[in-house]
């Protein structure tokens, strides 16, 4: 059984567009994250989301919000694509708040923007 | 601010040499320090964390890892490697309370020569 899920694995999509990328975990965590690694390796958190709080990175432009339907899922939404939105997409997810807990992380999703 | 520095963007060892990843840290309280592996195409896997107690720690895969306090480091260490190693590692600091994030170093990229 997969831990962390996210579809699609690759995302090709012009600029301008809305997509959306979907993240299932099922190990009854409460937080889950969204991350962005660059080309370059570098991993930068996003968003980290529980049922009580949203946290996010002052660093993220608003075209970038998630959505939580419950517990289990935390969606990427990213409205007005630009190419440097061009990156692999983690979504993890932790039994702890923050940085007290291990992380679990999806296997990525790669967007590609033209 | 916390940061974690990874001073080695790459590293080539021969298979069956001894390995060591250097990472040093900045955080004002105890740390919570991991290090995880990421293989080509994949998301990132926990080898190793430290929060408190042995500062030395022992992870998957043969790895292991020592906290210092006064080097401020959490270098990872495997005494002989094998050529599935060859991945990109990342170091990582988070603690505190509930808002704080984990913080990736820029990671590592191991290279085994046979």
């Known amino acids: 059984d997969t831990a962390v899920s996210q579809t699609p694995k690759y995302l090709v999509t012009q600029m301008g567009n809305d997509k959306s990328i979907k993240c299932e975990q099922n190990l009854g965590h409460d937080t889950m994250y969204w991350y962005k690694q660059d080309s370059k390796k570098f991993l930068k958190i996003m968003f980290s989301y529980n049922n009580k709080e949203l946290i996010i990175n002052e660093t993220v432009p608003n075209r970038f919000s998630p959505k939580s339907p419950d517990k289990a899922h935390l969606n990427l939404h990213i409205n007005s694509l630009e190419l440097g939105d061009s990156a692999v997409y983690f979504c993890?997810?932790?039994?702890?708040?923050?940085?007290?807990?291990?992380?679990?992380f999806g296997p990525g999703t790669r967007l590609t923007v033209l | 601010a916390q940061s974690v520095t990874q001073p080695d963007i790459h590293i080539t060892v021969s298979e069956g040499a001894s390995l060591e990843l250097r990472c040093n840290y900045s955080?004002?309280?105890?740390?919570?320090l991991f290090w995880y592996v990421q293989s080509p195409g994949q998301g990132l896997q926990l080898l190793l964390k430290?929060?408190?107690?042995?500062?030395l720690v022992q992870g998957i895969k043969g790895f292991e890892a020592e906290f210092k306090r006064s080097q401020s480091s959490f270098n990872l260490r495997k005494p002989s490697v094998h050529w599935s190693d060859a991945a990109e590692y990342f170091c990582a600091v988070g603690g505190g309370n509930a808002g704080n994030m984990l913080t990736f170093g820029g990671g590592t990229r191991l290279m085994v020569k046979p």
């Open positions: 993890a997810s932790s039994q702890l708040a923050g940085g007290r807990g291990e992380q679990f």
């Open positions: 430290y929060f408190s107690g042995d500062t």
């Open positions: 955080y004002g309280a105890t740390p919570y």
